[in-house]
């Protein structure tokens, strides 16, 4: 009876392996060229998981700059280099508008959280203006001797968030914020981590087993129920006629639709979507400024012609503001190869095709996710002329005056770039700026030991923990 039962098995598993490679085949002729696919595992085997941007550009030196590839089941439509990108989210943009997955974070948003409107009298600068000055004073706190800036700067950009979504900032030692900063890194990390990438080619079924992402899940669930306190907090003082904050007007505008079954302004996308701005504008701009405050260290050189445009151009009497960057093409520079060296979202957010889709010959059936590798645009050879180092030059012309890229994608381009773009911006140069007026930058280590190569790379970037002294200027 136990053979019989182990035979049928056998069948049956056959059977499913064999069912998985004539789906995954099927339409193969039309699609984009790419890597064997094996049953189950997709393309698994070719892929180095803990380093997935040059494993797919490695992949593109044989099969291209467009391919198909496939992580565990998903079929996915890969754009490597300027051009690629570029044809398909800008020249062909309508049909590359849809909205691929990120499966940890899927796994929380269940297609919640994509809503954007305005909010607030007061303006974006103002807000980080002020939250500099908090942030100036804790650093003095530090008293030259050696931190981690990793909680330091979260807290700080998480509080522009914070102003804007719940009306007022949190105090730096206050636990449930630190809770919520703890919360937001440890599960970025994850997205980062090889293991956090086989969860991206397999989580079908690794949502249900044991393992690191049982930890991620846990933490995202934190962030939800922080949220939802928040939100029952303004419902219980709500005043129509005198909105406080992001939420206060989302609440509004749900009464307004109440009576409209097909609104997608419900409790459930109020929730999700305050966390998605609340996630993505903190930990995107905090990790981009700590990973380029490491790089400084590495090259004072670059740190004291900051300093030299600074007192040019600001003085130390007053605070910055945003008119003062263009007067500075050095510093903008600067932040601009930031953010092109440091590659945060190395593969992108990934898009979807919305109809069966005409692409440099090939047809991409409705529905195919794209993987429009950011990194690979960031690190085309074609478009800077020494991608692997960090070079501010790569933004400057012959004259030392600020020379834009059309290749600078570090938020995407076309339909689905991300909305947060103004305010990152914003954000970098002003507390970049504000932090440097009053302070220069030590390290413990001597620059040529200290390595500015990422810890880890998945659908994030994670730069190297270090240390850091603030000396008073």
Known sequence: MLRAITFFLVICLSYLVLLSTWRQMQGRGKMLPGPTLLPLIGNLLQLDISGMRKSLMKICEHYGPVYTIHLGSRRVVVLCGYQAVKEALLDQADDFGGRGEQATFSWLFQGYGELNFGVGKRSIEERILEEAHYLLEALRGTKGLPFDPTYCLSRTVSNVISSVVFGDRFDYEDKEFLSLLYMMTESFRFTCTAWGQLYEMFSDTMRYLPGPQREAFKQLVGLEKFIERKVKANMDTLDPNSPRDFIDCFLIKMQQEKQNPSSEFSLKNIVMTALNIFFAGTETVSTTLRYGFLILLKYPEIEAKIHEEIDRVIGRNRAPNMEDRSQ?????????????????????????????????????????????????????????????????????????????????????LGKRYCFGEMLARMELFLFLTSILQNFSFRSPLDPKDIDISPKLVGFATFPRSYEICLIPR
Do not use: W
């Open 328 to 412: 500075m093409p050095y510093t903008d520079a600067v932040i601009h190869e930031f953010q092109r060296f440091c590659d945060i979202i190395p593969t992108g957010v990934a898009r979807r095709v919305i109809r069966d889709t005409q692409f440099r010959g090939y047809t991409i059936p409705k529905g195919t996710e794209v993987y429009p590798v950011l990194g690979s645009v960031l690190y085309d050879p074609t478009q800077f002329s020494s991608p692997e180092t960090f070079d501010p030059r790569h933004f400057l012309d012959d004259n030392g005056q600020f020379r834009k890229s059309d290749a600078f994608v570090p938020f995407s």
